[in-house]
């Protein structure tokens, strides 16, 4: 690995172009949530067919959906261009911070007491509100949503993919 790659993060890929002017949509990772608005005059990459990676300098984006963006890199300025970066990664740089990696909660477990006994439960779904995480358990048979709120969550361990969750017993 060179020295630019080590300081890179894979964000998506080209999917499509859009108009005639040379516009491209970026489908992000999906454990990647876009935390910058200001995105002109930075710098992404892909690689091209000889695996090297090409600088891209945006010139204008929007954020069409939240794993969604629209971009015009400077220097593609027809659709024959944008069809040649389409199905390429993108990568962007760390030190740049326009995104936060988010976790991917279904490769978590859900730890929690019941009736003074430590349970331990894989998460099966998440959905999000808008406001906060919902974790999706099967127990006993039925399907439970836990919210991700403070009454119900204690802590969250990344490292070892556990969330600890209290007053369970008010859910089931």
């Given at each position: 690995?060179?020295?630019?790659?080590?300081?890179?993060?894979?964000?998506?890929k080209?999917?499509?172009?859009?108009?005639?002017?040379?516009?491209?949509?970026?489908l992000?990772?999906?454990?990647?949530?876009?935390?910058?608005?200001?995105?002109?005059?930075?710098?992404?990459?892909?690689?091209?067919?000889?695996?090297?990676l090409?600088?891209?300098?945006?010139?204008?984006?929007?954020?069409?959906q939240q794993?969604?963006?629209?971009?015009?890199?400077e220097?593609?300025?027809?659709?024959?261009?944008?069809?040649?970066?389409?199905?390429?990664?993108?990568?962007?740089?760390?030190?740049?911070?326009?995104f936060?990696?988010?976790?991917?909660?279904?490769?978590?477990?859900?730890?929690?007491?019941?009736n003074?006994?430590?349970?331990?439960?894989?998460?099966?779904?998440?959905?999000?509100?808008?406001?906060?995480?919902?974790f999706?358990?099967?127990?006993?048979?039925?399907?439970?949503?836990?919210p991700?709120?403070?009454?119900y969550?204690?802590?969250?361990?990344?490292?070892?993919?556990?969330?600890?969750?209290?007053?369970?017993?008010?859910?089931?």
């Amino acid at each position: 690995m060179n020295n630019l790659e080590s300081q890179l993060i894979l964000i998506g890929k080209i999917v499509n172009t859009f108009g005639k002017n040379g516009q491209v949509k970026l489908l992000l990772d999906d454990n990647l949530e876009l935390v910058s608005d200001d995105l002109v005059n930075k710098i992404f990459f892909y690689e091209d067919a000889n695996k090297i990676l090409q600088p891209l300098k945006i010139v204008q984006s929007t954020q069409t959906q939240q794993n969604l963006l629209q971009i015009k890199f400077e220097g593609i300025d027809n659709i024959s261009q944008a069809e040649a970066l389409k199905n390429r990664k993108v990568y962007s740089l760390r030190k740049d911070n326009l995104f936060d990696e988010v976790p991917d909660f279904t490769t978590y477990n859900l730890i929690f007491t019941l009736n003074d006994k430590e349970r331990k439960t894989p998460i099966i779904s998440v959905m999000e509100n808008g406001q906060y995480n919902l974790f999706k358990i099967k127990w006993n048979g039925k399907e439970i949503w836990v919210p991700g709120v403070e009454e119900y969550i204690e802590n969250i361990d990344t490292i070892q993919k556990n969330i600890f969750a209290k007053n369970i017993e008010r859910l089931i």
